[in-house]
């Protein structure tokens, strides 16, 4: 199996394409590293690139991208919706294929290494790469954004893990860590009640409901927190929203697709749905999505008298979650380990 990393670094500029251009050129230049999207957001004044390939590539691929944002980025200037702290904000690794979560662990340790030594950027690790529990949140990380680092730094506990504790205007700091893949899916419904939509997400999201009582009104725990009933699965976000003015959707992250599959969700959707009357009209995945998930699907899905070779498998998945419903589904752009092979 060939071993594969995605890496999706957001870089604080979403408006000058030139910048954003110079940033993508330094990083395709490193040999077997694919480019699979570039999202620029104006109003955010932030773009996040998608790059997948060989590990120590896409790690090679990630410091050239921050050497062109550190000379073309500063942040002095900087203004936006989206929280951020840097020139580059973050840059998580994700193991795609061939490769474990510690691979990419490591991935983030050595990018902070040679980040901090070449550019002299403050470097924080999140997520599976987090050394402490209050750095495992980016959020956490980011409180205070750019305009609270000065006093962040003063705070000993706030040290960065690599570099100088010490703003540097033009940059910032930045956060670097290992993470699973988070696959953006959405399921619609045939009604135009969002309600409805929200309270199924209510009952299969980890975070669940909110407790209340005879009145309506919330229930708060001896640690004067609501209490909360969980929801059905783990590692799942999930809210109703709307699709457009008629067509209410289940809208979700899946933070780890190997404990919360997307037929999983699926399904309970269809169950929980057709206790109101309700059905599922159409599947949406935003983004890109490993063949591994969608091959988990194939599977639940798959007739014994279809095709069972990765084809079929995912023509089944296709088919099931109803992805070709919204427009057409088109694996080698949307799988990223089949992306990353057109592309080359």
């Not at 003063?154 to 860590?177: I, L, Q, R, V, Y």
């Not at 953006?184 to 939509?197: E, F, G, Q």
């Not at 969608?294 to 992805?323: H, P, Q």
Request: proline share 5%.
């Amino acid at each position: 199996m060939t071993a594969l990393v995605e890496c999706v670094p957001n870089f604080s500029e979403g408006r000058d394409k030139s910048v954003i251009k110079a940033i993508t050129n330094a990083m395709v230049s490193v040999e077997g590293v694919s480019l699979l999207d570039v999202d620029m957001g104006a109003d955010f004044n932030r773009t996040v690139v998608t790059i997948v390939g060989p590990p120590d590539a896409v790690l090679e691929s990630a410091i050239n991208g921050t050497r062109v944002a550190m000379e073309r980025i500063d942040m002095s200037t900087h203004s936006g919706e989206h929280a951020r702290m840097g020139a580059v904000d973050v840059v998580p690794f994700i193991p795609i294929s061939g490769t474990s979560m510690a691979d990419c662990v490591d991935l983030s340790v050595r990018f902070a290494e040679q980040a901090s030594e070449e550019f002299g950027l403050p470097v924080y690790l999140y997520a599976e790469s987090a050394r402490v529990d209050e750095r495992i949140r980016l959020p956490d990380i980011r409180r205070g954004e750019y305009e609270g680092l000065k006093d962040k730094f003063s705070d000993p506990d706030w040290h960065p893990d690599f570099g100088p504790a010490e703003f540097k205007p033009t940059m910032g700091a930045t956060a670097s860590g290992a993470r699973n893949i988070l696959i953006a899916y959405n399921v619609n419904l045939n009604t135009n009640d969002k309600p409805s939509a929200n309270q199924i997400a209510g009952k299969l999201r980890s975070s669940g409901v909110l407790k209340k009582d005879a009145r309506g009104q919330k229930i708060i725990g001896p640690d004067g927190k609501p209490e909360r009933i969980p929801g059905q699965f783990q590692s799942l976000q999930a809210a109703g929203w709307m699709y457009n003015d008629d067509i209410a959707q289940v809208s979700m992250n899946l933070l780890d697709y190997s404990l919360t599959g997307l037929h999983t969700v699926t399904e309970a959707i269809r169950n929980e749905a057709a206790i109101m009357g309700l059905k599922v009209t159409a599947g949406e995945i935003v983004g890109l999505v490993p063949l591994n998930a969608i091959l988990n699907a194939g599977e639940f899905y798959i007739d014994d008298s279809d095709n069972t070779d990765t084809r079929g498998l995912v023509n089944a998945a296709i088919s099931g979650l109803k992805l070709d419903v919204l427009g057409e589904f088109i694996p080698e752009e949307r799988i990223i380990e089949w992306a990353a092979e057109v592309i080359e």
